[in-house]
Each structure stands twice: as structure tokens, then as C-alpha cells.
């Protein structure tokens, strides 16, 4: 009984560890700190067990307690009657109280205060708070479990529209469709990060480090990767309309590809390589490793070129527009090809660069609303600005239901005739 209630007491002792560390959320899991320096230390006092075991292979007529790992501390071998003090663990050293033992005859004595009133000091608004910030983080995932559902379901029906009208199928259309299916793998990627990492509550993400949870954070580095390089090809294309009017589009779309899947592959192919070589820890989710700016300087420069890009295309636009040479129709097609990117590189653009360098655990809230909450409705934006508000597509649309009226009207008027006939 007495066994069971200190186990009770220890595993409370952990979960306030874990609690109180996540008021500085710094990492993916903020409770693996405290969780691996628990194990380290358990892990020291393994040893010292083993050497204090084989010590008394040898003397057999010592006697007194032996080493002791209880959970949280590591108990020393003393003799009987000595009295060991230790203080609470590092993460809750703003509590002075000692934790003393007593060595008898029968073994170690129970702890004089528990861990949990000695280290842990009682705040309700903390607690308040807590409960508060796992509310939050719980109404996010709803919100973005749906956001990427609406993206989905929007974006598989554009590409379904895309490759049924053939005519819609150029340069143009080629990179929308390339943009759509990184947006789509994107989504993929973070239900199944979810489902592989954070389904089941009762594994120790600290610990975890399996060829499967390490495969799902690289396919989902890559499908990030590769959507923020296919915004950018959107910005550059558009720049590519602006300057060469009369070049050979389809000359650039190799080189469009080759940024927009060749640069996030070699760049996931360099840090697998080096995670694996000399950072092959945890489910490589640690955004606290210097090996995360392999995946966050390109990131970065993507950010950062498209907002240039962003620029520049504007200034072009404002002086093509308001030129006296230029005719009404020439100045249609330039406000027609820049509508749909220019909303969409200020939207999925510049709101990055509010964050982009600042460390991880700043403006966390704001950060998590616009990267997960808005973040996830970009691909149904995507398909509702490049495909259903799209005047090509709505007129192919309108169309086929023209089309598939007169055939009906057709059909039925013969066989009217038919009938009336016999």
C-alpha cells in the first residue's frame, strides 16, 4: 500500500514537472526536458545500483540501505541510523525545502515531505492558465482539422475540373495544378503527422524514435518545402509574364519545376543525411537543433523572395497601367493575370514575415493562429481564386451546361416525335 501511494505521489511529481515547464514553450513537446533529465539521472543511478550490487558480492556483511532510484531522486548506499537530505529536482529549484530519508533496519524510510508539497507550490492562476492555453490549443486543432478538410475537398475538385477541360491546360494552369498538389500534400501530411505522433496520448514523444515517426516529420518537412517554393514559382511567373511578353513560356516551366520540387528535395535529402549522421534523436521534430535551419533558411528565402517579388510585381503593374501606350486591352490582361497571385502573395506572403525571425517560442498564440488557423484555408482559397472565380473556367462550366441542355431538349423532342409518330 505504502509502495502504491508513493508511486502516486512520484508520478504527480512528474506531471507538475511537465506542467509547469510548458509555461516556456520552446520545442515541439516542451515536457521532454524534464522527462530526459529524469532519465538521465535515472540512468546514473542505475550504474550506481550495479556498482553497489557488485561491491557487496564481495562483502557480503555490509549492512544499511542500498542505492535507491524512487522516481524522481537518486538515494545514496548508507549505513543504518544516517539521515540523507536532498533538495527538490532543477526544474522546481524555487522551492528551498529538503526532502529527508532515514536508513533503518528495515530499509529506506518514507520521504518526511512529499514531492509533491515540497517542490510544488500551489497556484491556482496557474493552473487557470493552463487549463486555459490546452482549451485553446484544442479549439486550434478542431479549426485547422477543418480548414485542411475544406482545402482538400476544393482543391481535389479544381484539379478534377483542370484535367476535364483540356483547353484550360497551358503554362499558367500547369503551375496552378503543381501549387494545388503541394497544397494537397501539405494537408495530407499534417493529419497523418497526427495520426502517426499525437493519436495516442499515452506514448512518450521523448523518447520515441522510430524509422515510421521519423519517415512522417521528413515527408511533411518536404510537402512544407515544396508548398512554400510553388508560392514562389506563382510570384515569379507572374514577374516572367510582366517582363518577356513575347517569350516562350513553356521554356521556363522546367526551370519552374526544378525550383519548385527539385529545390525542396535536395534540400530534405541533406538534412535526412545529417540528421541521421550526427542528430538522430526523438522523431526528428526538435526545432530546437541547429540542423532545423536546413529546413528553415530555405523557408526563409522563399519568404523573402516572394515579397520582393511581390513588390516589384506591383510597381510593374502600376506603371503598365497607367502608361499612355499601353490599349484598354493590353491593360485587361495585365489586370487579369495579376489579379489571383497579387491577393494571394500578400495573403500567404508577408504575414510570414512578421514571424519569420523571430524564435520559435515567440508570440506563440499569434504565431499558431496564422500558421495553423489561416494557414489551413489556403488551399481552399487557392482553388476559389485560381479555379472557381477564374472567367476561363467559368465560361467551359457554363458551356458544358449549355451543351448538356440542348443535348437533353434534343433528345426529348425526338422522342416526342417518335411517340407522336406511331
Request: net charge neutral.
Amino acid at each position: 500500500m505504502e509502495k502504491n501511494i508513493m508511486d502516486l505521489n512520484h508520478g504527480f511529481v512528474i506531471w507538475t514537472l511537465i506542467v509547469s515547464t510548458c509555461e516556456g514553450v520552446k520545442t515541439v513537446h516542451p515536457e521532454c526536458s524534464i522527462v530526459l533529465h529524469l532519465q538521465k539521472k535515472e540512468a546514473e543511478c542505475q550504474l550506481k545500483i550495479g556498482f553497489t550490487q557488485s561491491l557487496l558480492n564481495f562483502n557480503a556483511t555490509d549492512t544499511g540501505c542500498l542505492v535507491e532510484w524512487d522516481g524522481v531522486n537518486c538515494w545514496p548506499a548508507v549505513s543504518v541510523g544516517e539521515r540523507v537530505s536532498v533538495s527538490c529536482p532543477p526544474p522546481l529549484l524555487n522551492s528551498h525545502e529538503l526532502i529527508t530519508r532515514t536508513c533503518t533496519a528495515e530499509g529506506w524510510s518514507r520521504l518526511s515531505v512529499p514531492y509533491y508539497s515540497a517542490c510544488f507550490q500551489d497556484n491556482s492562476t496557474e493552473q487557470e492558465d493552463t487549463g486555459h492555453r490546452r482549451e485553446h490549443f484544442a479549439m486550434v486543432k478542431l479549426i485547422y482539422t477543418v480548414g485542411y478538410g475544406v482545402s482538400i475537398g476544393s482543391l481535389c475538385i479544381a484539379v478534377f475540373i483542370f484535367c476535364i477541360f483540356r483547353k484550360l491546360l497551358c503554362t499558367r494552369t500547369y503551375i496552378h495544378l503543381n501549387l494545388f498538389s503541394t497544397f494537397i500534400l501539405r494537408a495530407l501530411a499534417v493529419f497523418v503527422k497526427d495520426a502517426v505522433l499525437f493519436a495516442d496520448e499515452t506514448i512518450n514523444h521523448c523518447t520515441v524514435s522510430t524509422v515510421l515517426c521519423k519517415a512522417v516529420v521528413t515527408f511533411f518537412q518536404y510537402c512544407v518545402l515544396s508548398n512554400f517554393y510553388w508560392l514562389l514559382v506563382e510570384g515569379l511567373y507572374l514577374q516572367t509574364l510582366l517582363v518577356f511578353t513575347f517569350a516562350r513560356k513553356g521554356t521556363f516551366f522546367w526551370w519552374y519545376t526544378l525550383i519548385g520540387w527539385g529545390t525542396p528535395s535536395v534540400t530534405v535529402i541533406i538534412w535526412t543525411f545529417l540528421k541521421q549522421k550526427y542528430d538522430n534523436y526523438g522523431c526528428w521534430d526538435d526545432i530546437d537543433s541547429g540542423y532545423w535551419w536546413i529546413i528553415k533558411i530555405p523557408i526563409l528565402l522563399s519568404i523573402f523572395v516572394n515579397f520582393v517579388v511581390f513588390v516589384n510585381i506591383s510597381r510593374m503593374i502600376v506603371v503598365k497601367t497607367k502608361t499612355p501606350k499601353s490599349n484598354g486591352g493590353g491593360r485587361q490582361l495585365y489586370r487579369r493575370l495579376a489579379k489571383s497571385t497579387l491577393l494571394l502573395i500578400p495573403l500567404f506572403g508577408v504575414h510570414y514575415t512578421v514571424f519569420a525571425l523571430f524564435p520559435e517560442h515567440v508570440g506563440l498564440e499569434a504565431r499558431l493562429f496564422f500558421e495553423l488557423v489561416l494557414g489551413s484555408f489556403q488551399g481552399f482559397i487557392v482553388a476559389l481564386l485560381y479555379c472557381f472565380m477564374n472567367t476561363e473556367v467559368q465560361n467551359e462550366i457554363r458551356k458544358e451546361i449549355e451543351k448538356y441542355k440542348s443535348q437533353t431538349d434534343n433528345n426529348t423532342l425526338q422522342m416526342a416525335t417518335q411517340e407522336f409518330t406511331a
